[in-house]
Nanobody
């Protein structure tokens, strides 16, 4: 089992920044795919950034490229999502997700991930 706990959400003005944190615990393997998803009100959950616990490779959905950065701490127990140049359309509940083993066929598809955190709200509004 893997436990994920998000923190760091809040309200920010357009153009501002936030850093989300996801603390991981439990049976975390090196080949664990760690992702950030978001779900705006009334919309489907979408993946925004993915990394592999082993190493530092990262993948991003086009809408956040150049603005969001996914990273891990040196102990590989916390996954971060640094969000810069935030826009109103970034408003959503943000979730940390994880799955172990071979790479998901679609890195940004929610159904590919077995473990989820409870979410943290991000609101971008002037």
């Amino acid at each position: 089992q893997v436990q994920l706990v998000e923190s760091g959400g809040g309200a920010v003005q357009p153009g501002g920044s936030l850093r989300l944190s996801c603390t991981t615990s439990g049976n975390i393997l090196d080949y664990t795919w760690l992702a950030w998803f978001r779900q705006p009100p009334g919309k489907e959950r979408e993946g925004v950034a993915v990394t592999l616990r082993r190493g530092s490779s990262a993948w991003y959905v086009d809408s956040v490229k150049g603005r969001f950065t996914i990273s891990q701490d040196n102990a590989k127990t916390t996954v971060y999502l640094q969000m810069n140049s935030l826009r109103p359309e970034d408003t959503a509940m943000y979730y940390c997700a994880a799955t172990a083993g071979i790479a998901p066929k679609n890195l940004f598809k929610a159904s590919e991930y077995a473990y989820w955190g409870q979410g943290t709200q991000v609101t971008v509004d002037s």
